[in-house]
């Protein structure tokens, strides 16, 4: 989708690959890509004048409903990226967004597409993206920019599951989990003797509720092929918080660093 783009569309920033992004491989995680994306989209809005400041006076902020990200290849530390977003096409309640990464070459590293929702806090309800004045800087284009996103396969059985807590730090401005939070549950639950060999090629997220500070989450987890992991993440009482699908291949090696 990217490549037939007119670059003027695309708002760029720079992103440095720091230690604190990467893995062992010195590679960047999966979890750090999500992270630019998500903070891109925000810095774009801000850049527009449309941020969380500007949004929040209104009692407005919009909310990321699902994600699909194709990681082509990760960068590593000490590599400058291009991390650029766009808004795409705006219909009814759904806001479409695009996201590229690339090398300073120009290369392509990852791809992903998104849909959004406006809320409401005041009122506590989704609102049409088009029936707020503020949204018309976006510039939403037509149905050619409406993304496709991957149904998730179905499980009927699960391999097991693992708990966890939700801290303080894993909590946003708005008052709940942080997005990105719910893939690094996703990958803990990759067991240590597979986790090491592969990483992720792609994933898919869909957001269903939110979990809040001090929440118990259990992440059920299913290898339904080699290559394909799925988890459902869900409260303590059973309520369906997200859905996660990942692809994975063998792990990029570590670099040698020998002489």
């Keep these: 989708m990217e490549a ?4 003027s569309r695309i708002f760029y920033q720079n992103q440095k690959i720091y230690t604190y992004d990467c893995l062992q491989n010195y590679c960047a995680s999966p979890v750090s890509v999500l992270n630019y994306f998500q903070e891109i989209a925000l810095e774009h809005s801000a850049a527009l004048k ?3 400041y500007e949004l929040d006076r209104m009692h407005l902020a ?3 409903v699902k994600y699909h990200i194709e990681i082509l290849e990760y960068p590593r530390f000490l590599q400058t990226v291009q991390v650029g977003t766009w808004a795409g096409a705006a219909q ?4 479409n967004r695009g996201f590229v990464l690339k090398d300073v070459d120009g290369k392509v590293l990852v791809n ?3 849909h959004w929702m406006m809320m409401d806090f005041e009122k506590d309800h989704i609102i049409r993206v088009g029936d707020e004045a503020i949204n018309k800087v976006y510039q939403f284009k037509d149905e050619n920019e409406k993304y496709k ?3 998730l396969k179905r499980v009927s059985e699960w391999d097991g599951s693992r708990t966890f ?19 690094a549950w996703t990958v803990e639950t990759i067991p240590p003797e597979i986790i090491a060999e592969v990483e992720v090629a792609s994933f898919d997220v869909l957001y269903k509720e939110q979990a809040r500070y001090g929440d118990v989450i259990s992440a059920k987890f299913k290898a339904v092929r080699p290559d394909l992991y799925r988890v459902d993440i869900e409260s303590s009482d059973g309520l369906l918080l997200c859905q996660i699908g990942m692809t994975l ?8 660093h020998e002489g």
Excluded: C
């Excluded at 037939?4 to 670059?7: D, F, T």
């Excluded at 291949?249 to 040698?256: F, H, L, V």
């Design 62 to 64: 919009w909310m990321v």
């Design 112 to 114: 992903g597409q998104s």
């Design 50 to 52: 449309a941020g969380p």
């Design 4 to 7: 037939h783009l007119e670059e």
């Design 149 to 151: 996103i991957p149904r």
């Design 249 to 256: 291949r063998p792990t990029s090696k570590r670099p040698n």
């Design 92 to 95: 009814g309640f759904i806001a």
């Design 165 to 183: 807590t939700v801290r303080y730090l894993d909590i946003d401005y708005n008052g709940h989990v942080n997005n990105v939070r719910y893939l």
